[in-house]
């Protein structure tokens, strides 16, 4: 909350929110439309008051470690149960719809490698995000797909394959997350064409 108001600081009718108003007193420098937002300082008596209400708990370990170290651990393995409820949810782990304990072993195999790559994607997105101080509905695992889905090449009339659209500023910010740019993209259909030239050729 302080990293988002702090980033609104010298803005011309900037209101601060109700839900950050009960934890910050903001501070303004002028009237109506030339009210400029100057700073926010914590109400220190309601953070404590709200501190007082916390809860806390206890995780006792085998081996000696660290509190960081636990609770790591910890909130790892978290992470692997709700990795495989979500493969019954999205991925349809729920009902295999095979027959045989090949095509079983080939499905689960499939999926588990699946779940390795939409855990890579949701981890990426989530750290863009916190670098941006904004949650963006765009950013989640499903939308990113479809997004970067409407990246496609098209044939050309001279024979050549290019991008159909120039890439778009959402479609920019989720490569970003990947530590990609419009310039990869571009560079990628470049030798992508140069591929599909080559194949036609022989």
């Known amino acids: ?36 937002f100057m700073f926010a300082r914590e109400r220190q008596d309601v953070i404590d008051r709200e501190i007082k209400l916390c809860g806390y708990f206890i995780i006792i370990t085998s081996e000696k470690m660290s509190a960081e170290e636990a609770i790591d651990l910890y909130k790892s393995r978290d992470g692997s149960e709700k ?11 729920k009902s ?31 750290e863009q995000m916190k670098r941006n101080n904004k949650n963006d509905n765009f950013m989640t695992v499903p939308a990113a797909v479809r997004e970067l889905e409407k990246i496609e ?39 992508i064409n140069k591929q599909l030239q080559m194949v036609e050729q022989r």
């Open 1 to 36: 909350m302080g990293s988002c108001l702090k980033s609104q600081e010298g803005k011309l009718a900037y209101e601060c929110p109700s839900a950050l108003c009960h934890y910050f007193e903001p501070f303004y420098h002028g009237q109506g439309d030339e009210k400029v």
């Open 83 to 93: 990795l495989f409820r979500g493969d019954k949810s999205y991925l349809g782990n």
């Open 96 to 126: 295999f719809r095979v027959h045989g304990s090949e095509s079983v072993n080939s499905k689960i195999f499939i999926e588990f490698v699946a779940l390795i790559l939409r855990n890579r994607l949701y981890t990426h997105l989530k």
């Open 153 to 191: 090449m098209i044939r050309q009339s001279d024979g050549n394959y290019r991008m159909d659209h120039a890439v778009t500023a959402t479609q920019k910010e989720i490569l970003k997350a990947f530590d990609l740019t419009e310039r990869t993209i571009r560079e990628q259909a470049i030798s």
